[in-house]
């Protein structure tokens, strides 16, 4: 058990950057183009990895070891994460709340990179994904609470275990709102259309990849990597919800798992060829919007 | 007496003789500070058996004093509640007492100084007796002892305006809050038959519930107002600007705390609370949590941004105290247990962090003289150790993991989540509003400490005067080093306080010592696991840490400017400013906050200047206190025609009264 666990967050590290690819892959074939390999992220980091860096005059240390205590983070919470049908590598009572916080600690860093260099965009930036990211976290913890309470336990890995032993709410509203509610947020999280623009070449409106214009080399590889981890991790959560509410063979959930993430990913990569990106004060309201809905599954469940 | 006992006797007394010799000093100031330095801690140390022995031991100390005192005798007791917050007040007060040696001798007139550590002495003193108190009358004696000493502590640079009203505001709101404690002893007394030993209290059982529930309110109105719960907050936000930094850390960290004390000691007392109390408790917690945030966010100076989040975290307090409450109610020990254990180890966490914090802001404040946030900047390059100090603590209060301030919230957060697993159908909407409550509170405080650390000590000065500061004198450096120090290892080992917690929770609560010892057991293996991520975390930092170096040896690491997109002349003004970062939460709160803003566009072909000012006033204190004493004075005004200053008058009003009374008895007989 805790054997395939570890297996897992190896697989989960050497797999993560695929999704990502697959998202470029997924876009490029929606606007009639060729697009660039699903192996290109690696090709990228690798290449990233072998550079020098450039640093501002204006930063301290905390510029490159911010990418590295976020990225380690995100590793962190890839070890709480279960994997479908198996369990976390590290599981205990209440550590779905350390897995949400160490988003926020990762976050906390991020920030502090870009404020670090003293330039306006980057600051605009940062502003951004601090009011931003409130939302998402209130839907998480809004999520979390939902799935505690329907099934009675406090620990990521008993939470998707006992729907898999039966309970079953799929043919529940619920489910259907709770995924959208949850979707979003992914979308916010991991800066997608139409909340954040990742291929934007308009610096006032990028959110995350403004606040990381600054840093080069590794460290820009570091957080590559930690943005494809962390898409990783939030679709495997929803893939998660999604495979504990139908009931089905515990060998073949972490296949299922594999075709849920590419059709998350998929997802993704046809609503950002087919949306615009909100204007950034209707983005608030979309987020309202998507954590009414999920208020509206606590209750259906509750 | 036993030795313990008469060894807290002394760190009393040392308190009051040191405080009297530092006056005594007078211009001799450098003296006069370093008799203040000392003996703090070197009460602490004295205190130290009694502390043990009221934490570890089932016997409570007890210092009886052959002193009579109308309704009872004069008592001190150290049971394990009284020793956890004794812990907090010497562990705090002696690094702010070292710290202000140094910080105190850059400030106001030089007699001012040796009188300011005699009500710094006093002002520990009175939160000691407050803390062991034993008796109705003399808590409220220590009481007033505490507030008024805290009241010229802040009013240490008394020639100022803003500190006059800061103090003024202080004194009204430490008043209001004192007439119902003194309305809560006295229905206790009427209820114990005119005893107001605290012994008494414990042991009678009030019959009605319309008294208990007086009695609770009245606590929570009296304590509250020391504590700062919404809309009772008003005076922090004054007095901690105003007042030096180490007395702000003492009274943010410590003093505010007392009144949770206060309620804590209470609620120990009514062993019967009703629900309402409870979601009472996690309804003031969440407002008071999520308006504190909201107005820190809003704050451009950096002492009255950590004032509000004074506020902000006796808000997350009152929500596990109320938890608590709930379980107490519902009769489970998750809750229970949960909810009182968050609310004392945050109580613990909280005074460790504010108190780092505001030591911090107080070294910048003397290399720079504002705190004015936009105008500073770039301080890491000249104050190191207080940027690392400051950047530890701004992550703690955020409630980050692998730091203190995560423990507490975790625990909080547990009894939520187990309240929301738990709770019958239809009746988790209060727990589920703390849940979410905690979340955004969380997230909004990162949004404000990013925008602190950002703005203060990261990127480029914004004005000349920076560039010569420095980080201070060791003796205000170690307190903060150590505060600092304090947050890392009860974060990363945060195992180590259970045992502290125990004993406070079993003579908090009704719950076996043995079922707080089975409740306790389930955090205790997420702590452990706690730690075992750490060490995850900083093995794959430094495999991260390795693997960098490699292509940064080979390739070298170039220096350049910011990258601009491509404007070549960048500017420490055109960084963004702390305004700006919290914009956009300002706007979308405004319907709340009412930020006030004043805008001067740059007119013309050849613009000449501009203006920007923002100011976010306490809405309570705009709406509520100011017509509400405005409406009080003007009532007083209209009774000035009787005020007319003419003798014959005046007689006639005695007069008057005389025949009026000569009636009334003549009547009744």
């Known amino acids: ?302 | 007496m036993t030795l313990p006992a008469l060894f807290f006797f002394f760190a009393l007394l040392l308190l009051l003789v040191s405080g009297i010799a530092a006056v005594a000093c007078r211009a001799r100031e450098t003296a006069a500070r370093r008799i203040g330095a000392v003996s703090t801690p070197l009460a602490g140390l004295m205190a130290a058996p009694a502390v043990v022995q009221g934490l570890f031991f089932a016997e409570p100390v007890f210092i009886d004093l052959p002193l009579s005192l109308p309704y009872g005798s004069f008592t001190l007791a150290v049971d394990a509640l009284s020793a956890f917050f004794l812990l907090i007040i010497f562990t705090i007060a002696s690094l702010a007492a070292i710290y202000g040696a140094e910080y105190l001798g850059r400030e106001g007139a030089v007699t001012a100084r040796g009188v300011s550590y005699f009500w710094f002495n006093l002002l520990v003193l009175g939160m000691t007796l407050v803390a062991t108190a034993a008796n109705g009358l003399l808590f409220i004696i220590a009481w007033e002892i505490m507030s008024l000493s805290a009241f010229f502590l802040v009013t240490f640079e008394g020639e100022k305006p803003q500190t006059q009203k800061a103090g003024l505001i202080y004194i009204i709101a430490a008043h209001i809050g004192v007439v119902f404690l003194f309305l809560l002893f006295w229905l206790f007394a009427t209820n114990t038959g005119g005893s107001m030993d605290f012994t008494h209290f414990s042991r009678i059982i009030l019959a009605d519930q319309k008294t208990q529930s007086l009695l609770f309110l009245l606590s929570l109105i009296g304590f509250g107002a020391k504590a700062g719960f919404v809309p009772l907050h008003v005076w922090l936000p004054e007095a901690h600007p105003a007042a030096p930094s180490h007395v702000s850390a003492l009274m943010s960290g410590v003093m505010i705390k007392m009144g949770l004390y206060g309620m804590l000691r209470t609620l120990s007392w009514l062993t019967m609370p009703l629900y309402w109390w409870g979601a009472v408790l996690v309804a003031v917690g969440l407002i008071t949590g999520l308006l504190g945030v909201l107005y820190a966010l809003a704050q451009h100076d950096l002492k009255r941004l950590l004032a509000y989040h004074s506020v902000e975290n006796i808000g997350i307090m009152a929500i596990g105290l109320g938890l608590g409450v709930l379980g107490l109610n519902l009769h489970q020990n998750t809750l229970i247990v949960f909810g009182f254990g968050g609310c004392l180890l945050h109580v613990l966490n909280h005074s460790i962090f504010k108190s780092l914090l505001f030591m911090a802001a107080g070294a910048v404040k003397q290399e720079l003289h504002t705190l004015e946030i936009d105008q500073l900047g770039g301080l890491r390059k000249r104050m190191p150790v207080t940027a690392a100090a400051f950047l530890i603590g701004a992550a703690a209060i955020s409630g980050l993991p692998l730091l203190n301030g995560f423990v507490s919230e975790l625990m909080i957060y547990f009894a939520s989540f187990s309240a929301v697993v738990s709770m019958a159908k239809g009746v988790t909407a209060l727990p589920l509003m703390s849940l979410l409550g905690l979340a955004a509170i969380g997230g909004l405080a990162v949004a404000c400490f990013t925008k602190a650390v950002g703005v203060i000590f990261l990127g480029e000065g914004r004005t000349p005067a920076g560039a010569a500061a420095a980080d201070p004198a060791a003796s205000m450096r170690i307190p903060v080093v150590i505060l600092a120090a304090l947050c890392v290892v009860l974060g990363l080992a945060p195992i180590l306080v259970l045992p502290l917690l125990k004993p406070v929770l079993a003579a908090v609560t009704p719950v076996t010592w043995e079922t707080t010892n089975a409740e306790l057991k389930k955090i205790a293996q997420p702590l452990i696991y706690l730690s075992l991520i750490a060490g995850i975390m900083a093995g794959v930092f430094m495999l991260l840490w390795r693997l960098r170096r490699r292509p940064l040896a080979v390739q070298g690491i170039q220096r350049s400017g910011t990258w601009d997109c491509g404007y070549l002349e960048p500017d420490s003004r055109m960084q963004y400013t702390a305004s700006s970062f919290v914009q956009p939460v300002i706007d979308q709160t405004n319907w709340l906050l009412r930020t006030r803003t004043v805008k001067e566009m740059p007119q013309g072909y050849f613009p000449d200047t501009g203006k920007f000012v923002s100011h976010t006033p306490d809405l309570f204190i705009e709406k509520g206190y100011r017509p509400l004493f405005a409406a009080i004075a003007w009532l007083f005004h209209q009774l000035q025609w009787m005020q007319r200053g003419r003798i014959s008058l005046y007689i006639l009003y005695i007069a008057v009264a005389l025949l009026a009374l000569l009636f009334w008895f003549g009547g009744l007989r």
């Not at chain 1, 990233?48 to 590793?75: D, E, H, N, Q, W």
């Not at chain 1, 957080?223 to 998660?240: C, D, E, N, Q, V």
Request: aromatic share 12%; with cysteine; charged share 10%.
């Open chain 1, 1 to 302: 058990m805790k054997l395939s666990a570890l297996l897992f967050v190896i697989v989960s590290l050497l797999a993560a950057p695929l999704l990502s690819g697959w998202i470029v892959r997924v876009k490029a074939l929606f606007a009639g183009r060729k697009g660039s390999p699903v192996l290109q992220p690696y090709h990228d980091l690798f290449r990233l990895l072998r550079k020098g860096a450039v640093y501002s005059k204006s930063t301290s240390p905390l510029f490159y070891i911010a990418p590295m205590v976020t990225l380690s983070a995100l590793i962190a919470a890839l070890c709480l994460l279960p994997l479908p049908g198996f369990g976390a590598l590290l599981s205990f009572q209440a550590d779905l709340i350390l897995f949400a916080y160490l988003f926020a600690l990762g976050r906390f860093f991020t920030i502090l990179a870009a404020l670090d260099t003293g330039s306006a965009f980057e600051g605009m930036g940062a502003s951004r994904e601090a009011f931003f990211s409130v939302f998402a976290e209130l839907i998480f913890f809004l999520s979390l609470a939902t799935l505690a309470r329907f099934t009675n336990s406090l620990s990521l890995s008993s939470i998707f275990e006992s729907h898999a032993a039966g309970v079953n709410y799929a043919d529940s509203p619920a489910l259907a709102l709770l995924l959208v509610s949850l979707f979003a947020a992914l979308l916010t999280e991991n800066c997608r259309i139409p909340v954040d623009d990742p291929t934007t070449h308009l610096e006032l409106t990028m959110i995350h990849e403004v606040m990381v214009l600054d840093h080069s080399g590794p460290d820009l590889a570091y957080i590559l990597y930690g943005a494809a981890l962390k898409l990783w991790i939030w679709s495997m959560f929803i893939a998660l919800v999604i495979i504990s509410s139908f009931p089905s063979p515990r060998w073949l959930q972490p296949v299922i798992a594999v075709a849920v993430l590419f059709l998350i990913a998929t997802a993704v990569g046809v609503l950002e060829s087919t949306l615009a990106r909100l204007r950034l004060t209707a983005v608030p309201r979309m987020l309202m919007a998507a954590g009414a809905l999920g208020l509206l599954s606590y209750i259906i469940l509750g």
